[in-house]
């Protein structure tokens, strides 16, 4: 008998999917208020699991040259500038001459930029649009710009500055869509609660890529499967830390089980919020969201959407059941509408 | 308020924008009609202006196949009704089309499997989550019966006596049986789509689940009777000018609601999109029009048969098209989840 939480709401998703006395839930907790960029758990990844190449070219649009988590990138670090204080005493640019954000233009051609990662659809190109008013907002100072900030407007021009960076990766979600709409069963639930893709079964079907509400999973264009973050499974089996949290040299990337985890990164907000950064908040550790929890959660250091991550997520499969419902009606309809037109009265 | 024309100056901002809003620019689209000024400014923060959400990777052989099942489900219908009506003429046009479409349809959906020779991994499983797995047992319930009831219609040109010839007396039965059976299955072939693409992140497609069952299933018979109407005898075609105006009916009210969605219905409305689906719905109408004015005329049978197979053409890629879109373009995915978290935390006052 399914959980009546099967489709939505908390649950734990590893005795839901049919394990008796399972290990407790694993996860990542990504604290981007220590992440220095330094893309050592993309690499790292890349090289325990084999994950081929994802091309060598600038994007043109900041120091992310990954751009997004694709087929052949697990691990993606974002990268923003934004002209705000970054929430401690000392003006990170005192004595340096700061200035106008890089225009719009410059932005919105950025933003036109795409990269061959052999995958599908990878990082196609953004919205110009969207671009444009990132960079003519608070949000976006222009990386890389052609001069060190500000030079040439001088001292009173000056803006303070910070930079974002946040390590993404897949969120293995208690009620993960990928899974719930994948037709073989190639993607799957294991022991640890985290979502897998099985590569010798999946045909490339290309559902879970469409139903993934973060934008993670994709297509490898050479081979024709869907590949994702497995959470390193195969090295927690014999209980060791996936690769990329071993690698993070600031522990911005914390592996362990979830429960640690998100009484870990409680504390951690609530320490950032005593030393004076109040935009400190989390990210995807709530079983009541969307999707039920995020198995990988973040601290982030503003709103989601400007790490390029959804707001407010939820799992398409919550509506599954009202839409066989409209699907059986138009079924019904469709039947009576061939009765009718056969069965009446022929002119 | 400068329009739409962006990109815009960055000098140019009113209010003092919090993380919340990230800045105060307010797009105004160029809309008419009531709907369009529901649709919120597109006032939201994004990533670069990357997509936030992965495109589908679907080729144009789903849309392809939405309107290949849709006219081998419909056609399975009318071959059941002309069957359980006498009309021997509609009832092959029916079942031959019915076949057509479904192999069309299986080969569209093997081919833009990024593994085609992994299809039979369809059948590995039946899942009630996903409506793909549905799908595939639908179509593995409905094929071979249209098929069977396809091949029955050959019957008269066997001999007329030996072995082959006990074949043709029984075709006839095992014909009428296998036609039923499809027919049966055929409401659940046209109609699943509807969910196999609102089962999906793409906000377009998913936003819309009400409405997609019916303007399939509308799409579907519409579509169905278009070929009839091109194929088959005119003494036998007076159901299917009914069904076509039940078709419409169909389509065009559970679809009404398409461009009502606010912000994620836009793409139904504008851009290549929204072009496809307005032409879709204009031939729909012109297409049943005719039919229900062509009486004996074969001419203007098939002019009518002709905009309905195109009607559903157009609006099946028209769909399809739409939901690219809304995945493509971060606004669709930030701006109502943004309006979804101001709601819920409606009493709380936003700076």
């Not at chain 1, 330094?38 to 600038?58: I, M, Q, Y």
């Not at chain 1, 649009?61 to 670090?77: C, E, I, K």
């Not at chain 1, 400190?280 to 973040?298: E, I, K, S, T």
């Not at chain 2, 006032?43 to 196949?65: M, Q, T």
Request: aromatic fraction near 6%; hydrophobic fraction near 40%.
């Amino acid at each position: 008998m399914p959980h009546v939480n099967s489709l939505y709401g908390p649950l734990d998703p590893a005795p839901d999917a049919g394990y008796v006395d399972p290990p407790p839930r694993m996860g990542f907790f990504t604290d981007t208020s220590v992440c220095i960029g330094c893309k050592a758990c993309e690499v790292a990844c890349k090289e325990w699991n084999d994950v081929p190449t994802s091309g060598l070219d600038l994007l043109g649009m900041s120091y992310d040259n990954t751009g997004a988590l694709t087929a052949n990138s697990w691990r993606h670090v974002a990268f923003v500038e934004q002209p705000r204080s970054a929430g401690w005493a000392t003006p990170a640019f005192e004595h340096e001459p700061d200035g106008p954000p890089i225009s719009p233009e410059t932005a919105a051609v950025g933003a036109r930029t795409g990269t061959d990662t052999g995958t599908d659809p990878g990082l196609p190109p953004g919205s110009p649009a969207a671009a444009a008013r990132m960079s003519g907002g608070p949000e976006f100072l222009g990386m890389p710009g052609a001069q060190p900030p500000g030079r040439g407007t001088g001292v009173e021009q000056r803006t303070d500055f910070r930079w974002l960076m946040m390590s993404d990766v897949c969120k293995h979600c208690t009620h993960a869509a990928c899974l719930d709409v994948c037709p073989t069963g190639s993607l799957f639930r294991t022991e640890f609660g985290t979502v897998v893709v099985q590569e010798d079964i999946c045909n490339g079907c290309g559902y879970c890529i469409s139903a993934c509400p973060y934008g993670v999973i994709d297509q490898r264009k050479d081979d024709g499967r869907a590949w994702k973050c497995t959470l390193c499974y195969d090295r927690l089996g014999v209980g060791m830390t996936p690769a990329c949290a071993k690698a993070c040299p600031t522990e911005s990337i914390q592996y362990g089980a979830l429960d640690d985890l998100r009484e870990r990164a409680a504390a951690r907000v609530a320490t950032l919020h005593e030393q004076g950064v109040p935009d400190a908040r989390l990210y995807g550790h709530d079983p009541n969201d969307g999707v039920g929890g995020d198995g990988a959660f973040f601290l982030l250091l503003d709103e989601p959407e400007v790490y390029g991550l959804p707001p407010d997520p939820i799992v398409t499969t919550r509506d599954l059941p009202a839409m066989w419902k409209r699907a059986g009606l138009a079924a019904l309809a469709m039947a009576a509408a061939t009765a009718l037109a056969f069965l009446g009265r022929q002119p | 308020m400068t329009g739409a024309t962006s990109p815009e100056p960055a000098g140019r901002r009113e209010s003092p924008a919090g993380p919340d809003q990230p800045d105060g620019q307010r797009r105004r689209r160029a809309g008419h009609g009531g709907e369009q000024l529901t649709v919120p400014p597109a006032d939201f923060a994004s990533y670069y202006g990357r997509p936030i959400l992965k495109p589908p990777v679907w080729k144009h052989d789903i849309a392809g196949y939405l309107f290949t099942g849709g006219l081998a489900a419909g056609s399975s219908l009318i071959g059941a009704g002309a069957q359980l009506t006498g009309r021997p003429g509609l009832r092959a046009v029916g079942r031959w089309a019915a076949l057509g479409g479904v192999a069309a349809s299986t080969y569209l959906l093997v081919h833009d499997l990024g593994r085609p020779d992994r299809f039979h991994h369809m059948l590995r499983v039946a899942k009630l989550t996903s409506p793909m797995s549905i799908g595939t047992w639908i179509l593995t319930a409905f094929g071979p019966m249209a098929g069977v009831a396809a091949v029955a219609e050959l019957a008269p040109l066997l001999p007329r006596h030996g072995p082959l010839g006990l074949a043709r007396r029984v075709a006839p039965t095992v014909g009428n049986v296998a036609g039923l059976a499809a027919a049966a299955t055929a409401p659940a072939l046209a109609t699943y789509t509807g969910v196999l693409l609102a089962d999906t992140a793409v906000p377009a497609w998913h936003d819309a689940y009400p409405s997609l069952p019916f303007v399939f299933a509308g799409s579907a018979l519409a579509a169905a009777s278009g070929v009839g109407l091109i194929a088959a005898p005119a003494a036998q075609t007076a159901p299917l000018r009914k069904l076509a105006l039940a078709a419409a009916t169909i389509e065009l009210v559970g679809g009404r609601r398409l461009e009502r969605l606010g912000l994620t219905g836009e793409p139904y409305g504008h851009g290549r999109s929204g072009r496809l689906v307005m032409a879709g719905r204009a031939l729909l109408a012109v297409g049943t029009a005719t039919a229900l004015l062509s009486r004996r005329s074969r001419i203007l049978s098939a002019i009518s048969g002709a905009a309905l197979v195109a009607s559903s053409v157009a609006t099946r890629f028209g769909v399809f098209e739409a939901g690219r879109v809304s995945a493509r373009d971060p606004k669709y995915t930030v701006v109502p989840q943004r309006e979804r978290l101001a709601q819920k935390n409606e009493p709380a006052t936003r700076p």
